[in-house]
Every structure is written in C-alpha cells, then in structure tokens.
C-alpha cells in the first residue's frame, strides 16, 4: 500500500492509548493510524477497525491481521453503523476513536476505482463496491438540474451551470479522463491556477456516490455515543464542508456539556509534514474529550 497516515504522530499523541485500553480506527485504510494504536496500547488493547471498502480490509487480515491476531477486530461496514457493530463485538464503551476521513492513496491511484482524473479509468467512485450508486449513473442519468445541484453544494462550483449543461449535452460519458476533459472544456483556466478545473466536480461526485456528509454527521455522533467518560475523539478532514460538520457537531455537544474540546483551534500538520506528503496540505484535526462527570463532581 502507498498511502502515507497524515497527523499520524498528532492524533496518537492526543489519544495517548494504553495497555488494556480499547480503541477505534474508524478509517482504516493502510492501517497507518491502526498500526500506531496497536503498537501503542501493547500488549493487550484492543483495537477495532472499520472501512467499507473491503479492499482494505482484506490488506489488514494480511499484514496487521497477522501480526496482531486477537488484538485487532477487522469490520466490513460504514462507520456510520459503528454503535451496533461495537456492541456486537461485545464492547459498550471504548477509550479512543480516530477518524480519518476522504480516500486513501491506494484508492485515489487504482485504475479501476475511477476517484481521480489523473488515472483515466471508469467512472465508479464507491468506497463500498456493493452500493448500486456509481458516478457513472450520476452523469448519464441524472437530471441536468439535479447535477448542477449536486456540483454548487457539495463541489462548491461557482461554474455548476455551465458544467452541468456540458455533461448533459456530452453523453454518454464512461471515463474520468473524458469527464475532466468536459470539465476542463467549460471553466476559464486561469481562475484554476492552485487545483485542476475538475477538482471540484470529482469531490462533489464522490461525495453523493458514497453520501460522505450523512455518513459523518451518523459517524460522529455514534462515536461520542461510544466513548468512556474521559476518552478522546479526534477527527482528521480534508475538505471545508467536513470540516465545517465537525465543528458545527464538536461545538453542540460542548454546549450540551458532553464533551470538552482539546483544541480550539484545529491542528494542521507541520510544513514538513506538507513537504513529504501533499495530500496534507489541506488537512484539520479536531479532538474532544467526553466529559468526566465523576471527576469534575470531585473537584468542586
Ligand atoms: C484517508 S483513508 C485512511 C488512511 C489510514 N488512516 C491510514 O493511515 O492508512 C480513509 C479510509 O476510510 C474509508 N472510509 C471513508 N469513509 C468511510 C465510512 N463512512 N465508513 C467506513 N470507512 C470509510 C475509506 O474507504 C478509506 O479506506
């Protein structure tokens, strides 16, 4: 696997796993920040991996898997469903949970997964392969209307008309490299000088295949749901709409008085962090603590 953990060493650090503890990776990935937890909580936590993508798990049961055994439970599913899985598993609460949202490297440069334009391949996006939703459907299909939408809300494209027109009047489209094409064909390149013309328009495409926005907001509040009093929730996104359900959610929960934030502001990872991985550049972590009701009750 290629893909490089991003705030690895931050998100352990806050975290901080411990021997007998039980922790969630709810993205597992490569197994970067699973790998830390396990190493970290030696030698008996426990650790508990989500990722729908089953080609990630099927990796983990062949390296971490291996070298772990017992210590670490491989689940199959969004993490949206994570309570009832957890339980499941025979867990009610547990001390840690990281969350490291969007695609991994391995993903983004399949040349069948169809995430990126810079590999031409078909136009699936899903994370989950078993999910009838691809981004072909959304483009041959979808209403003209209903594609401009989708690009403004969950692309932030100021061009959503024009593109939307484009790629109606392009059909039938079957690659990313043709869709990108399209894209690049109807925006003035020079307002596209730090991302390619079509970024926007494959965020928004991978967003709705996979419903990445209901899915966190789900995914969240299960996790607050799970954790101990006192355990820590920390939260890696790559885009200003997740970053944005996070605070928004973070910010009621602390209103509520259920959780404390660590870090007012969001950690981003250091310039030479940046420098050896670029996919960093745009990454925020937000962490918060369940409150400990006793402990607080015991220093009034
Ligand atoms: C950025 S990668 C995680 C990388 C990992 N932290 C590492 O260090 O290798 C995100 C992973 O989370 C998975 N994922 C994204 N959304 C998910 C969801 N709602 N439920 C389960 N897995 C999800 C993706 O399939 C992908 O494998």
Request: aromatic share 6%; proline share 4%; charged share 25%.
């Given at each position: 696997m290629k893909h490089k953990s991003v705030l690895?060493?931050?998100?352990?650090?806050?975290?901080?796993?411990?021997?007998?503890?039980?922790?969630?990776?709810?993205?597992?990935?490569?197994?970067?920040?699973?790998?830390?937890?396990?190493?970290?909580?030696?030698?008996?936590?426990?650790?508990?991996a989500f990722d729908r993508d089953k080609k990630a798990i099927e990796y983990a049961k062949e390296t971490l898997k291996k070298e772990y055994g017992e210590r670490l439970l491989l689940v199959n599913?969004?993490?949206?469903?994570?309570?009832?899985?957890?339980?499941?598993l025979g867990f009610e609460y547990v001390d840690g949970i990281v969350m490291d949202l969007g695609v991994s490297l391995d993903q983004l440069k399949s040349k069948t997964r169809g995430f990126s334009f810079l590999e031409d391949a078909p136009l699936d996006m899903r994370?989950?392969?078993?999910?009838?939703?691809?981004?072909?459907?959304?483009?041959?299909?979808?209403?003209?209307k209903d594609i401009e939408n989708i690009l403004r809300i969950y692309g932030e494209e100021r061009f959503a008309g024009r593109i939307a027109k484009n790629i109606v009047r392009s059909r039938p489209i079957y690659s990313t490299k043709q869709l990108a094409d399209i894209v690049e064909g109807c925006v003035p390149r020079n307002l596209y000088k730090r991302i390619h013309p079509a970024t926007r328009t494959f965020q928004a495409l991978r967003i709705v295949v996979n419903d990445e926005l209901e899915s966190l907001k789900k995914g969240l509040s299960s996790s607050v749901e799970?954790?101990?009093?006192?355990?820590?929730?920390?939260?890696?996104?790559?885009?200003?709409?997740e970053d944005r359900i996070v605070k928004n959610t973070f910010r009621d929960y602390k209103s509520e008085g259920v959780v404390r934030l660590i870090n007012k502001k969001p950690?981003?990872?250091?310039?030479?962090?940046?420098?050896?991985?670029?996919?960093?550049?745009?990454?925020?972590?937000r962490c918060l603590v369940k409150i400990n009701k006793k402990l607080e009750d015991s220093n009034d």
């Open positions: 690895l060493d931050e998100s352990i650090f806050v975290i901080n796993p411990q021997n007998n503890g039980v922790y969630i990776d709810m993205t597992l990935g490569a197994g970067g920040h699973t790998r830390k937890l396990l190493e970290k909580s030696s030698p008996n936590g426990i650790v508990i599913e969004n993490f949206s469903n994570c309570v009832e899985k957890v339980r499941e994370m989950d392969v078993s999910k009838p939703l691809t981004a072909e459907k959304i483009v041959n299909e979808w209403q003209e799970l954790l101990a009093e006192g355990g820590v929730l920390c939260v890696i996104s790559f885009h200003s709409l950690i981003v990872p250091t310039k030479d962090e940046i420098y050896k991985n670029r996919r960093a550049r745009s990454a925020k972590m």
